[in-house]
């Protein structure tokens, strides 16, 4: 059984309440859509409703270069 961590949630500044299914979740899909730029589906995650966490996951990937979008599906 996995229990979320609320206080790193706040630490990288993710929603709590963002609909997030922590123990499925995985990459679906990276796809090259513009000269790097980059492609990012999430799966296990609400679709249009995890900004938080898709900005977190956009940050982090940036932080080593690789500019991205990044959106989230069931």
Same mark, same amino acid.
């Given at each position: 059984m996995k229990?979320?961590? %609320? *206080?790193r949630l706040k630490h990288f500044e993710i929603n709590e309440n963002e609909p997030?299914?922590?123990t499925n979740l995985k990459c679906k899909e990276?796809?090259? %859509? *513009?000269n790097n730029i980059f492609f990012v589906k999430v799966k296990e995650a609400g679709e249009s409703a995890c900004r938080t966490f898709c900005?977190?996951?956009e940050d982090y990937l940036e932080s080593y270069g690789w500019e991205c979008v990044v959106?989230?599906?069931?």
């Open positions: 229990e979320v961590d %609320i *206080n997030i299914n922590w990276v796809q090259e %859509i *513009n900005y977190y996951i959106e989230t599906e069931w």
